[in-house]
């Protein structure tokens, strides 16, 4: 049997600090969290930076790092500081070399790497080695040659791997969000469609559970499945709120691709062991070609924003129709002052507080109050849309709704008014790669820091 202790369910969300005490009092073999994934957009992996901010991340990992030592257990981060480039993989070795030294603790911390050189998914892609998944982007040398940052998920192998290392810390790249609590299980020889299903279960932490903020939980892997419970004393599993987790990111509540395989669930069974425990046998592993999920991001312009607040009624209610107008005039304008047409620059208008979420998708017609009216404006370098969001600004301050009437005035809530987002990335990959061996896309250091 093998139990993992799963704290949160990302590096930088929080959890319970008893209700981790009482997991580490339950003797798991190994503590295992997710550091990331894509759910916050591309900036992150465009950029190689930390969506979380850095003094969260050492307060949890201060917290991870002092119960790693109680317990005497490996512990484990995939897709470190949000997106697990190589240099969120160092920052987050920067952040633990800082907390052992502060904690008087001596550690074995392996670092794998998962960021991939443009030029050798280029040949993978010569080679016939990488197949689209649907849907995937068109992928030439010209748009390979933007991309600013290219990462291969990680599985079970690699994170086996990394674990054989004798490291008490493991710090990886990106990997797929099960790889971490999967890969010890199927280490030991634990049931395969277990360990990824349970994997699988326990990816969010305490999400699969009555209280989904709580953070940890524990699952025991064995040779027939697992069984999961909660850390948190009051909380409890389910069979409905277990069963449901496999819906969760995933376009079939049966089926999970993996590194290797997939997972097939539909065989398997839900059993309430007691108020807290859920117990589930029944998953099938289904061994397959091997290959990792590229993801990748590229540069493909620079924005601005300009936000201008709408309160008179009429103004309110005949929002759309305002911006449509506006849009339309400013079109014209940027043309005759700046000689550029739509294929130079892009213009969007979010109504903030009455569609900003869905847009055209939107159903509701309630009239808000006040409309937010943000002008976006995106063009390939940060000089041109800063400069046609200064051209915008004062249309967007007076523009009035109609020729035959007073020139209206609105709010800007902000001075100045508008504000450089700086560059704007875009996810650019959607493909696997294959490998004859599962770690020559990856690269394995180990040291000692403290």
Not at 248 to 267: I, R
Request: hydrophobic share 45%.
């Amino acid at each position: 049997m093998t139990r993992v202790l799963i704290p949160t369910g990302a590096l930088g969300l929080g959890f319970d600090a008893d209700a981790l005490a009482r997991a580490v009092g339950m003797a798991p073999d190994i503590i295992a969290v997710d550091g990331g994934s894509t759910d916050s957009g591309p900036a992150y992996l465009g950029t190689g930076t930390s969506k979380y901010s850095r003094a969260a991340t050492k307060a949890e990992w201060r917290a991870l790092m002092l119960a790693r030592a109680e317990a005497g257990v490996p512990l484990v981060v995939g897709t470190a500081g949000t997106c697990g480039t190589d240099s969120t993989v160092d920052w987050m070795h920067e952040i633990t070399a800082e907390l052992a030294e502060e904690l008087g603790q001596k550690v074995k911390v392996a670092r794998l790497y998962s960021s991939q050189p443009v030029v050798e998914v280029a040949a993978a892609f010569a080679g016939g080695r990488v197949r689209p998944l649907d849907p995937a982007p068109e992928v030439g040398a010209e748009t390979l040659g933007q991309m600013t940052n290219i990462v291969a998920l990680a599985g079970a192998e690699q994170m086996g791997a990394a674990l054989e290392s004798g490291a008490d810390i493991i710090i990886a790249g990106r990997t797929t969000d099960t790889a971490t609590i999967a890969a010890l299980p199927l280490m030991r020889g634990d049931h395969a469609g277990g360990a990824w299903h349970g994997a699988k279960i326990g990816e969010c932490g305490s999400l699969c559970t009555s209280n989904p903020t709580s953070g940890p939980i524990l699952i025991d892997f064995d040779a027939e499945g697992f069984t999961v419970e909660p850390g948190l004393a009051s909380a409890r599993c389910t069979p409905a709120s277990v069963a449901a987790h496999m819906l969760y990111e995933n376009a079939d509540p049966f089926v999970l691709y993996e590194p290797g395989g997939h997972l097939d669930v539909t065989g398997a069974a839900y059993t309430q062991l007691d108020e807290r425990r859920v117990r589930v046998t029944g998953s099938k592993w289904v061994p397959g070609e091997y290959g990792v999920k590229l993801e990748g991001a590229r540069l493909v312009g620079y924005q601005s924003t300009i936000l201008v607040l709408l309160r008179e009624p009429r103004y309110v209610r005949e929002a759309e129709a305002w911006v449509a107008r506006l849009a339309a005039f400013l079109a014209g304008e940027i043309k005759a002052r700046m000689g550029l047409g739509p294929e130079d620059y892009a213009l969007d208008f979010r109504l903030i507080g009455k569609n900003a979420t869905l847009g055209a998708l939107e159903t509701s017609r309630a009239a808000p109050p006040e409309v937010g009216v943000m002008c976006i404006v995106t063009a390939p370098t940060q000089a041109r849309a800063t400069e046609i969001a200064k051209l915008a600004n004062p249309f967007l301050l007076h523009y009035p709704l109609t020729d035959d009437e007073p020139q209206a005035t609105f709010a800007f809530p902000f001075s100045p008014a508008d504000w450089a987002r700086g560059a704007l990335h875009e996810f650019t990959l959607n493909h696997v790669m294959m490998l004859d061996d599962p770690m020559a896309a990856f690269r394995l250091e180990v040291d000692e820091v403290g």
